[in-house]
Structure formats: C-alpha cells, structure tokens
C-alpha cells in the first residue's frame, strides 16, 4: 500500500507536520483490469491537473506503509471482512502518524479507518466504489443460496447460515457507524448509493459521481461490423464472480437453436489471471468448450495489451456481462462506446444506471439465466444490420454519459464544499 499526498506549494515539509493538503490511502494491486487501469489513468490526470500552478499545488509525495499484509485477504483465512476491516484500522494508523493531512481521502473502502482519521483532526472524503457489506448479501445468506462468498457448506447448514447472518447483521451495524464519520461520501453508482444510505444513514452528505470511462477512444471505432462471423466478446478477470461459466453455458444453447441459414458466431473471452486459482479458473472453461464442442467456436484471449484489446473490441457486434450485483459495469460502458450491443446482467449498476434507453431506443439487453442469455444472443445475430446499427448508435450515445470529462466536473462540483469551508 501507498499513501498519496498532494502538498501546498513549495518543497515538503516533514511528515509530522500537517501540512498537506491531501492524503489519499489506495492499495495498489498487482495485476489491473481494464477498467482498473483507466480509472487508475484518470485519478492521475486529475491530479495532474489540480497539482498545477493554477491550482496551487504542485507537490505530489508518495509515503510508503509497511503494514500491508494487515489487509491482506490471505491473512484471514475465516473472518475476512472484520479482519480486513480492523487491520485497515492498524495500517491507517501507521499512515496518519508518519503524515497527517488536512483531507483524508480513502478510495480503496477502508470504512473502519475513518475514526481514526476524524481523531487525527482530519476531514474524512472517500469514493466508494462498492459496500464491505450489501443488504443482498444479507438476504442470499439468510436464504442459504451458495455463491462465490457464501460457501456451499454453509449455505446447507441452517445452524452456520444462522450464525453467519448474526455475523453479517453485526458488521454491518458496525459499518454503518464508522462509515457515518465521513464528511463527503462519494458512490459510482445508483447501486452502491441505495446501499450506502441505508447503512450508514447520511444521506445529505452523500454524492454519486459516476467513474471515468475512455468513451472518446473507443467511439472513433466504426460501427459496422462483420458479419462473417458475428463476434461476441467478454471482457473481465477470470474471477469466480464473473460468471464465465454461465456465458459458456448460454453461448451452447443459443448455438443449438441457431438457424440454419445463419452463420455460427464466434465468442470471444478476453481477461487477465490474477494468480494460479484464476490460471486453473480459464483452464476449466477451456476444457468445458470442449466438452460442450464448441472449440472452435470459442477464443480465448489473456493478457492483452489496451490496443489488441480495442482491435478486439472494435470486431465485436455484442459485448457479454454476467457479474450479479456489479456495482457499476464500465466493461458494459465500454462494449457500448466501441459500438458492441451489451448484453448484461439484470441487476444492480448495469440495470439501474447503463443500459437504459436513450432518447427512447432501446440500447441493449439485461438479463438473468442461461436461457434469458441465450435468447438475447439469438436476437442479435438474427436482427436486421440496420436494426443492429441503430440500437449500436443509442448505446453509444448513452456511454457517452459517462466520460471522463463527466467524472471531472462531477468530482470537483462534489468536493469544492467541503474544500472551500477548510480554507
């Protein structure tokens, strides 16, 4: 982890002194998404820009903490979130006591560290992106539905799915407490702002800034596409979450209801591997491809750089989402700004905040099994070209709400208060 402070003008003072203007905790991880990178590229164009002369700052210190491993996920095998969270606590004291700042900005969501910043004298502003904890993952646990965070052992067991929720209902008490104790609480969704209001309970103090998506790059694509053959892509980590498996699944079925006259689609899986688990995570899609034989069918594509990635993006008549309960989705932002029609899941930031209509067309397609994908599939191979630009050009328009040039004035507009009554 790194602790980023941007300082008034001059050289440095020492970091006992409060001094700076800005201190912002964000982990840094080792392998980034695609929508990781462009928001980690704007956060720097931003600073660049407010570290101008004109803006008086023109300082920009990086304080390295040594405590990393406190927030580490490896290190609670059981217990993760509280022992995140109370390790967070630990680390933010070594950051405020080697620098305390005026502003104390978390985007990372270390929640529990904001008392301790409110100690140190600090104004608390965070952007959170998504809840430690969400009032659906209350409910899946009480309902005993195994997924990805709900172990399939314990969503069996009526006795630890009891207990769980206990635990869960408990932290979430305690969230909402420490989360309470910031003074501007910025969320990327409409999503993440309905959840944030109900647990921490500060609804004034709350503000939705949409995160930055590179829409001017990716709208200089052309929106024709060839048909031969029509390209479905998906973009995301080959994390647990993602759901890949259900895409594969939905992908099999509309290929067996595919009419004869049509020409088969190809989809294309496109994502980085965080570590081993997720290297064997791509290796048992692959093997199900084949099982389901539909090999040559099916591309894989891992670790690509940004422009094979447009390249990809720009062959791509459809774009493929599946996560539940996405917080925002700038993947499906970015199939709709290169032109890809989205087909996401119906949930969450995709349903409440993307794929909506613009200017009453609809601008692609939401939906919730494999049989709702599947049938989503086959309605885009079988539209008409025209039908098929023209829903293109409404989703590209509605990306287009989400620029970085958006995210900027909304960020600022967001902030400006709370900087101007410290001054």
Request: hydrophobic letters at 40%.
């Amino acid at each position: 982890m790194a602790v980023e402070v941007s300082e008034c003008c001059g050289a440095p003072s020492k970091p006992s002194k409060k001094s700076s203007r800005i201190l912002n905790v964000s982990s840094i991880p080792a392998i980034m998404t695609l929508p990781e990178i462009h928001c980690r590229s704007s956060d720097r164009s931003f600073w660049r820009e407010i570290n101008s002369p004109s803006k008086g700052l023109d300082v920009y210190l990086v304080v390295h903490l040594y405590k990393r491993k406190w927030v580490e996920e490896t290190t609670y095998p059981r217990f993760t979130m509280i022992g995140q969270s109370l390790g967070s606590v630990y680390l933010s004291w070594e950051a405020l006591c080697t620098f305390t700042p005026l502003y104390y900005f978390d985007t990372s969501g270390y929640a529990f560290t904001y008392p301790v910043a409110r100690i140190f004298g600090c104004k608390v502003i965070c952007y959170t992106h998504y809840p430690t904890i969400s009032l659906d993952m209350l409910t899946r646990v009480h309902a005993r539905s195994s997924m990805y965070n709900n172990d399939a052992f314990i969503a069996k067991s009526v006795f630890f799915s009891q207990c769980k929720v206990i635990y869960y209902k408990f932290f979430s008490w305690m969230y909402g407490i420490v989360g309470s104790r910031s003074h501007l609480a910025m969320v990327n969704s409409s999503w993440t702002q309905s959840h944030i209001q109900k647990l921490w309970g500060i609804p004034d103090r709350i503000k939705r800034v949409y995160p930055p998506c590179d829409t001017s790059g990716l709208q200089v694509l052309r929106l024709e596409r060839s048909t031969q053959p029509i390209k479905i892509i998906s973009v995301a980590q080959f994390r647990p979450e993602k759901a890949h498996q259900l895409q594969l699944e939905a992908f099999a079925v509309a290929i067996k209801n595919l009419d004869t006259d049509l020409p088969r689609p190809k989809l294309q899986f496109v994502g980085s591997c965080r570590n081993e688990e997720d290297e064997k995570r791509l290796q048992n899609l692959k093997d199900r491809a084949n099982e389901l034989k539909l090999d040559s069918d099916v591309e894989f594509h891992k670790n690509v750089t940004y422009s094979e990635l447009v390249s990809l993006l720009g062959g791509a008549a459809a774009g493929i989402h599946s996560m539940i309960d996405e917080h925002f989705g700038i993947s499906v932002v970015e199939y709709m700004a290169s032109g890809a029609i989205p087909i996401a899941h119906n949930s969450a930031g995709p349903k409440m905040d993307i794929v909506l209509h613009e200017d009453g067309k609809q601008t692609g397609f939401l939906a919730q099994n494999v049989q709702e994908y599947a049938d989503a599939i086959l309605t885009i191979i079988r539209m008409p070209v025209s039908a098929r630009l023209e829903m293109a050009a409404a989703a590209r328009k509605r990306a287009s709400q989400f620029s970085e040039q958006r995210f900027y004035e909304d960020f600022k507009a967001a902030i400006r208060p709370i900087m101007l009554t410290t001054r």
